[in-house]
RNA sequence: CGCGGGGUAGAGCAGCCUGGUAGCUCGUUUGGCUCAUAACCAAAAGGUCGCUAGUUCAAAUCUAGCCCCCGCAACCA
């Protein structure tokens, strides 16, 4: 079976943070385990380049903005890189073929695109209008800029979300859209029915940098429409027969983005009369010590930084075990360490030392049966519970611990029980090498080393420890 | 009364739908083991299950009211 899934593109006016490296990971533990099942997957990555902070960032940096896009996106490529995350598709919106697309993609909705004046409150310093809300609570004046807000108006496209929303809400209530976890899908819903037609467009005085209009070069796309297209213009649509790939399989997004993904972009595939993607799964945020992580509260975690500390592996277990697939979870360094030390080294690596030693010391030959993917297991990954998922595969590390200290090993080879000792370490060896299988998807290099000692020949405990405590 | 989620051992959570000995992981203490990265295994301590009332032989679980926390309400992963 041919499979995709999408990662969100990150908007490229700043560094990789944690948040990002959540949406890769989940996007790749999926892709990773779908292929062990024997799928063919296509995992699409990519950068959203265009919109006004990009534009204006670039000035204040005073280098050309094709530049400092560039340098952006290598920047997340290095960092998909280090996370040992795995893409075939990478996407840059700055992309000419992907800006062609996305015009052939406006013509063919325009049918749901008319043009509307749009009327608010907007801060020049922001260059942005703002809420009614927001207006009132900031008593008209703009806190960051001291400066009064402004009544404008101006002509922008608009997205007939009406048309389709009666057909989207069908789709995410029966579940034909799978929108995850239960209670965004609810948000969702709520959401939607009080959805407005949607500013697809701005004019390009406000909004230099974006992709232009069709047939009206004072128009350039709102970031929205040309960001979630990339989704098919990366496979190549409309030039390309999408069908093997699209419906994505699943979409992995931010919480705070998922509202796009919800209602313009269903939109925007329905008026293309292509199918709706089978799954979003929408994750959490990592929190730093129970708060959100803000550059003015100082409290950013690095990402980079927690890499390089043990390295690729522990970053993924930490945040694919300890950072519920769905909801709001806490990063912070004690527990990093703990979870390393106590869980990584302990348990997994140390499990990995003392069998390997038991069946090199005794000479005992093993043979594996190949068996196949736990049931369990399955369940919790088709349903997207990575974390739960996680868990229970842990657990069966621990088992397998467990069962060393009950069967007493080194006692039967004192005794001369060499029956019983080949029999005994046979099991576990097979136990261990179908965790391992379970272990795959989450650290793939840490799963290869321990196929490497148990499935490759002769065992011989590694040299080097899978996980040096520190 | 905007919508939604939640309040269970020091921390993080499960259990609630389908009432019946309050459970898991981490941490703490004690014991065991020696194959192993002083790792592993076992046991113990620790909870008025937010508050109040109701239904019931029996409520963490069902009902009602109240208190508190959090998420969402158009561009912040």
Redesign the pocket.
């Known amino acids: 079976m041919k499979k995709y899934i999408t990662t ?1 593109i ?2 490229v006016n ?1 560094d990789p ?4 490296a ?2 890769y990971c989940l996007a790749d533990v999926y892709a990773r385990y779908l292929k062990m099942k024997g799928n063919e997957v296509r995992v699409q990555a990519g950068t959203d380049e265009h919109g006004s ?1 990009i534009y204006q960032k670039a000035e204040e940096l005073g280098i050309s903005v094709d530049e400092y896009v560039k340098q952006n996106s290598d920047k997340f490529k290095e960092f998909i890189a280090k996370l040992n995350v795995k893409y075939t598709d990478f996407i840059r919106t700055t992309d000419p073929e992907h800006e062609r697309r996305c015009q052939e993609i406006w013509r063919r909705i325009s049918d749901h695109i008319y043009k509307a004046e749009y009327e608010g409150w907007y801060c020049t310093g922001c260059e ?1 209008f703002i ?1 009614d ?1 927001e207006v009132s609570e900031n008593n008209g004046i703009c806190p960051d800029h001291q400066k009064a807000y402004e009544k404008l108006s101006e002509e922008n496209y608009y997205l007939r ?1 009406s048309d389709y929303k009666e057909r989207i809400i069908e789709a995410i209530s029966s579940g034909e859209l799978l929108i995850l976890p239960e ?1 965004r899908k ?2 969702i819903l ?2 939607i029915e ?3 037609d ?2 697809v467009s701005r004019p390009r005085s406000h909004l230099p940098w974006g992709v232009e209009v069709p047939n009206d070069p004072e128009q350039v796309m ?3 429409m040309d960001a979630l297209s990339n989704y098919i213009t990366v496979l190549g649509y409309p030039d390309v027969d999408i069908s093997d790939y699209w419906p994505a399989e699943a979409q992995f ?5 998922l ?1 796009f993904h919800a ?2 972009w269903p939109a925007i595939l329905l008026a293309l009369n292509l199918p709706l993607p089978k799954t979003i799964v929408s994750h959490g ?2 929190l730093a010590d129970g708060q ?2 803000s550059k003015s509260i100082g409290n950013v975690v690095n990402p980079v930084e927690v890499l390089e500390k043990h390295g690729t592996d522990a970053f993924r277990y930490y945040f694919l075990r300890h950072i ?1 697939t769905f ?4 990063f912070t360094w004690d527990k990093f360490e ?1 979870a390393y030390n ?2 990584l ?6 499990l ?4 390997a ?2 069946i090199s ?1 005794n000479d005992v030959e093993i043979k594996l049966v190949g068996l196949g993917l736990d049931d369990e297991f399955s369940k919790l990954m088709n349903k997207f519970e990575f974390s739960k998922a996680f868990d229970y595969t842990w657990g069966k590390v ?1 088992d397998i ?2 069962k ?3 069967e ?4 039967l080879a004192k005794n001369g029980e060499t029956e019983k000792l080949e029999k005994v370490l046979n099991e576990l060896a097979n136990s261990l090498v179908s965790v391992n299988k379970m272990l795959s998807p989450f650290l793939p290099a840490t799963s290869k080393k321990i196929a490497s000692v148990f499935e490759e020949g002769e065992i011989t405990p590694p040299r080097e ?5 520190q």
């Open positions: 969100a990150p908007y700043g943070h944690i948040g990002h959540m949406d902070k942005r809420t809300k979300i209670f609810k948000e709520k959401l009080d959805s407005p949607v500013s709102y970031v929205w997004v931010g919480k705070d983005i509202r209602i313009i945020f990592v959100k992580m519920d909801s709001d979870s806490d703990k106590n869980e080294a302990n348990d997994l690596g140390n990995v030392q003392r069998l030693t038991l010391k621990q611990n467990k060393i200290d009950e007493k090993p080194w006692v420890p899978l996980f040096p405590k």
